[in-house]
């Protein structure tokens, strides 16, 4: 059953790109600490599996079709929300997505998507549920939390990653600014920049010969559990961090060491 014991329990939590991977995880993590969930994203079948565990599992949750690149899925995916919950009062920026190999050989393509999902989509994403809540009396809601899902790869060198290495240094750096901008607000927006999970994104390469050369060049020769970030998530999403906005936190087991 959820446990309310993290100061998460009522709270209203969008996750974006939430039917695979860390998005899925944060969900049911969230969900059962006592949050009341809204999963976004385009696929629909994957959407509805993170759904119903939980909901088996005794917590609560919607799901709903969002394009993060789309200003009207953004839109209505807030209003499903409001319908079902009331007002969305966090915010996990999760969504994204990723092209490899040497730049020069990258389709224009393939950047403009990285960063119409990475960058563009999280803009708003983040923006529409702000809008939301500035336009509700502070007297009458709960403080605003807001978590953008940046990564490493911002602030260090990933041979291969330029592009999306860009797009997490691009969302860095925005949450950080509307941090600013949102802080007499009633918003805390805060920054997570994990180190390497193996995700849909990454299985592949971390299965082959060039994901084990770079595992084995990390201090502790490992990938992260998927669970590496779920103190400091539920932390940043709850009320116990009213005094804490603005702020980049890396999670990396020491893989930038």
Not at 197 to 214: K, S, V, Y
Request: negative net charge.
């Amino acid at each position: 059953m959820p446990s309310g014991g993290d100061g998460l329990a009522g709270r209203v939590i969008l996750v974006t790109g939430a039917s695979s991977g860390l998005g899925a995880h944060f969900a049911v993590m969230l969900a059962a600490r006592g949050a009341r969930l809204v999963l976004g994203a385009r696929r629909r079948p994957l959407l509805a599996d993170v759904e119903s565990a939980i909901v088996a599992a005794g917590g609560q949750a919607i799901s709903v079709a969002l394009d993060v690149t789309d200003p009207a899925s953004v839109a209505a995916a807030y209003d499903v929300a409001e319908q079902a919950y009331g007002p969305v009062d966090t915010v996990i920026a999760n969504a994204g997505t990723n092209v490899e190999g040497p730049a020069i050989d990258l389709d224009i393509a393939d950047f403009d998507q990285v960063m119409a999902v990475n960058v563009r989509g999280l803009f708003l994403t983040v923006r529409e549920g702000a809008r939301r809540l500035m336009a509700i009396d502070p007297a009458q809601r709960r403080d605003g939390r807001i978590v953008i899902i940046s990564s490493i790869t911002a602030q260090s060198v990933s041979p291969g990653l330029a592009v999306y290495s860009a797009s997490k240094a691009a969302v860095l750096q925005l949450g950080r600014v509307l941090a600013r901008d949102w802080a007499n607000k009633g918003i805390n927006l805060n920054i997570l920049c994990p180190g390497y999970i193996e995700t849909d994104l990454n299985a592949d390469w971390f299965h082959g010969a060039g994901g084990a050369r770079q595992i084995a060049g990390w201090p502790r020769r490992r990938l992260m559990d998927a669970d590496a970030l779920d103190a400091m998530l539920a932390y940043l999403c709850s009320d116990a961090s009213r005094f804490v906005t603005g702020s980049v936190f890396t999670i990396d087991d020491g893989q930038t060491l």
